[in-house]
């Protein structure tokens, strides 16, 4: 038994926490929400804000923890860095996790090092946009620089004073430093998907199918909707980054534009994703990559075996277009009974709970995980989930 303690203890943080524990180790999560539910499935936890630099390494030692580390959650990275550094835990280093974490400071760095990115300014006052928004083309994308789940992002075709003012507050309201990171707009396929990197190179890679409504994350698929050629190419630039960061053993979470003529890195993090998404990675390749993140934070060999030939397998990430109270939702059981590709479904709003608009993934109400053995048959199998979830909010 090891002591791993896990940065944040919401409904994204659950299935990493009940991973460890179900490895034999002992689990203790951090967050400042004392209600959050992972407290419920740790050995023990601290109420402290994983923001919290100081708070967390007080933490860490306190507790003589053998690891540190956070599942879905891209706030919480830079401190697992800070910590791990400090203490010499494996792990991401303090600058990397820095780096990857604001997205203007991860253009800046794959500028400065020679790397595909889309040109891009930053500040925190409309004025500093404004004086250098005439070196991009539109469209241009609007981004709170230090949130993920497509919190904040909105897009503007036409530079005209109202609309930039406009992108610009809401985009900021969503970001904690009051930052904003505005970016040209990249054609091509965005694909997304998880690795685990050994001595700089990935040991292990799934290249998903990322389903998108506008922004919004509302699934993955296994196999990619990309060919065996653009793959070579995104694990390239993957790798290319990484080498160059100085990041080379750990998890890797990442979002990458397909173009014609080139891949582009869109985001990173040394985390493993969200949304279900090492579950339908699992169901597809036989890999743990959560078990392989949990082994790696311990300082532990992450098992990277493929067992037997790839499935299809994928997830449908669902919310309310209209906030309110939930009413109804089906069951797991009837949704299986229903819809027999489902193997499972996660809920982060019970009955009685509180909805919110459905506007970026961190209002959503939950993920449904199934097999899809034809890649064709993805609209029809989530069509029928939805019809079968029966989602009622007053």
Known sequence: MKRLLVLGAGPFQLGGICKAKELGHEVIT?????????????DDCVICSTTDREGVLKAAMELSVDGICTFSS??????????CETLCLPGVSAKVAETMAAKDRFRAFLAKVGLNHPRFTSGTMLDDILSNIDRLRPPVLFKPIDTSGSRGVIRVDNFTEDTLEHAFNYARSFSRSGCVCVEEFLNGVEVGGDGVLIDGRLAFVSITHKHLNGYVVTGHSLPTNINETEQV???????????????????????VIVGVDRVTVLEMSARNGGN?????????????????AINMALGMKPDLTVHGPSRGSGSLVF???????????????????????????????EPGGLVSTFEHNGNMLGYVLFDCTDPK????????ILDTLSIEVK
């Open 74 to 83: 891209d706030v919480a990275i830079p401190t697992v860095g800070y910590v």
């Open 276 to 292: 279900g998404l090492p579950a339908v990675i699992q169901r597809s390749t036989g890999v743990d990559v959560e078990q392989a």
């Open 319 to 349: 919310g309310h277009p209209e906030a309110g109270v939930l009413r109804h939702i089906s069951s797991r059981n009837s949704i299986m009974a229903e819809v027999p590709e489902v193997y499972d479904l996660y809920l982060t709003v």
């Open 30 to 42: 951090l967050d400042y929400l004392p209600e959050n539910i992972g407290h419920k499935y740790s």
């Open 233 to 255: 190419h995104v694990v390239k630039q993957l790798e290319d980054c990484c080498r160059a960061l100085g990041y080379n053993n750990g998890p890797l979470n990442f979002d």
């Open 377 to 384: 048959a993805y609209n029809n199998i989530i069509q029928r």
